[in-house]
């Protein structure tokens, strides 16, 4: 019997090595990534500095602004069609008691 066989016939999977972050060589990226079909590729992992968190926070203004500006603009448009609508009841309103109002 092997030595890693489990007592009910399912064979164990190697653990994953974890590696402290001192035994790192420099230069390394801190994290590796692969599938299952053999191709790897590398995940960088970076702290923000100020300058990207001043980039994230304009990229997030300029998204919103836009978002809303596409609202207001459907709200406005909401608005002329509303009024369009009632400007037509009003009409068919005033057209339908004048024709029948004529002898």
Known sequence: MAQNDDPRGVQHRA???II???RHPAGSA????WTSDGTSYRVRIRRFGPFGAILTALLVGAVLAVVLALLAGAFLIGVILVGLVAAAAIVSALLRNLFRSAP
């Not at 801190?30 to 990534?33: L, P, V």
Request: glycine share 0%.
């Open 15 to 17: 653990e994953p090595e």
């Open 20 to 22: 402290p972050p001192d």
């Open 30 to 33: 801190r994290t590796w990534t």
